[in-house]
């Protein structure tokens, strides 16, 4: 695939204006779901040779990347970016001319180099470009002067990339408003060329509808993932694991110690605050053992954290949902095994969560087979949610007990929960997944499925209760393979 195709499919990007120096920590955001990165330190054009930015950039799992160069000097930049046509995919060639005085005779010098590097390099080109909602017309003034530059050369066309930011005195707490996506909109439209837009910070839902509304090809972020480096993972690791993942990666490839720390400090923030006593001794390490041996410390400290909001879940009246065993024992040795390592992973969540709900398990016999499996498998225990009712959960009642068929049924014996809980006289809900989702529409063959397993129904209503939100609830917990995806607003 062609670096332009490959540049084209980038929806999620970490932002030029974030900390990207390290290699370690492009690496982990690109496992967490980042499409591309920026280099953050500015390559100077007119360097006495490659050897040290070789070895900066030459690691394949660190693409695609675009490297930011900068120079007055055309010929040098020219230069430069042929030699590193193949230590990168692209160049973000900055708008950097101190000899300039007048601003548009500095606009006028970069616009020639970018002509220049069009004519004369392979290797596609970003532009950054400052914007507001109040100065669209200059905006769009602009980008059509830096489309009709790359299209001077006819063998060129279509290289250029165009990344929208705010003005750089409003950088440092820049958000991107409402108003600020009607302009993007209006420049997208206006310009014949592919637009990347930095937001500084979003959620991933923003994001998604940012990019629905605009039309830009994708999002550049910066705040977010500095203190959540899985921002764009659509299963959601925990911090810690993050940092795990993270300290591996620096053992492998040399990382200053003062990028760790800063990194570290970013994503553990809150829990940082929290134990002062940690983040003291994090100021202090000298080497990546002794930061793992905080990092141990740390968790130590979050189990018990997690174990004090569960308990005061179970004493404060939180909301309370239950997992029923009373069809249970109908199952197969394999599907018993099966329902164990759900209520193992859905026992987790409950632990990991901010805002956890005061969990029970009914109907478990302790001489039953799936009681058995669950020591077995080292799972410590100290509305019926059914896929055929026809009343759709619209929000969560305190006052009512939210209960889970605890079934695994590979023989697809219908309508059992529902049965039973109308032989009960129990009220059945099913989860809105009709509501907010569809069929994927993409070409190509997918399966379909909105058959759930236990566990992934308590993360939909656990996260339901962390955020009130269907929508995020349904997308970050219904795996891909289902083949469904939300509806466009």
């Not at 080292?378 to 009642?397: A, R």
Request: aromatic fraction near 6%; hydrophobic fraction near 35%.
């Amino acid at each position: 695939m062609s670096k332009l195709k490959i540049l084209s499919s980038c929806k999620y990007i970490a932002s030029p204006f974030s900390n990207l120096e390290d290699l370690s920590w492009r690496l982990l955001l690109r496992k967490l779901g980042v499409h591309l990165c920026f280099n953050t330190s500015l390559i100077k054009a007119n360097f006495e040779g490659l050897d040290n930015v070789s070895s900066l950039f030459g690691n394949q799992e660190d693409r695609p990347l675009v490297v930011q160069v900068s120079s007055e000097d055309p010929d040098s930049v020219v230069a430069t970016v042929n030699e590193l046509q193949d230590l990168c995919d692209a160049v973000d060639i900055d708008q950097c001319n101190s000899s300039c005085d007048d601003k548009n005779d500095a606009w006028n010098a970069w616009i020639t180099c970018i002509e220049k590097v069009q004519r004369d390099c392979k290797i596609p080109i970003f532009c950054k470009l400052p914007f507001s909602w109040q100065t669209v017309d200059e905006t769009v003034r602009k980008g059509n002067l830096l489309q009709e530059a790359g299209c001077k050369v006819k063998a060129v066309v279509g290289k250029e990339f165009l990344l929208l930011h705010k003005q750089r005195k409003e950088k440092l707490n820049a958000i991107v408003t409402n108003k600020d996506w009607d302009a993007v909109k209006i420049i997208c439209e206006s310009v014949s060329l592919p637009f990347i837009l930095d937001v500084g910070t979003l959620s991933l839902w923003e994001i998604d509808k940012c990019i629905q509304h605009t039309g830009v090809q994708g999002v550049a972020v910066s705040d977010s993932l500095e203190t959540n480096p899985a921002l764009f993972s659509k299963k959601q690791p925990t911090i810690l694991e993050v940092v795990d993942n993270y300290l591996e990666l620096c053992e492998m490839y040399h990382t200053p110690l003062l990028n760790v720390k800063q990194h570290l400090q970013g994503c553990c923030y809150f829990y940082l605050c929290r134990f002062h006593g940690i983040n003291t001794k994090l100021e202090e390490v000298k080497n990546i053992e002794e930061i793992k041996m905080l990092i141990d410390e740390l968790k130590r400290e979050m189990a018990m954290l997690s174990k004090e909001r569960v308990e005061n879940a179970m004493k404060n009246g939180a909301q309370r949902v239950a997992i029923d065993f009373t069809l249970s024992e109908d199952m197969n040795n394999k599907e018993v095994s099966k329902l164990a390592a759900q209520l193992r992973q859905l026992y987790g969540s409950n632990m990991k969560s901010v805002s956890p709900v005061d969990l029970h398990l009914t109907g478990l016999e302790t001489n039953g087979r799936v009681y058995r499996e669950c020591v077995r498998q080292s799972l410590n225990f100290d509305k019926l949610m059914v896929h055929k009712s026809e009343t759709i959960l619209e929000t969560l009642d305190k006052d009512k007990v939210y209960i889970i068929g605890g079934l695994v049924d590979h023989h697809v014996l219908k309508d059992r929960t529902k049965s039973r809980a109308e032989t009960k006289r129990v009220s059945t809900a099913r989860l809105p997944i009709d509501v907010y989702m569809e069929r994927k529409s993409e070409p190509g063959n997918h399966s379909f499925s909105k058959v759930l397993t236990v566990n992934q129904v308590f993360d939909i209503l656990l996260k339901f209760h962390e955020t009130q939100d269907w929508r995020c609830a349904l997308e970050s917990s219904i795996p891909s393979r289902k083949g469904l995806v939300l509806k466009q607003l």
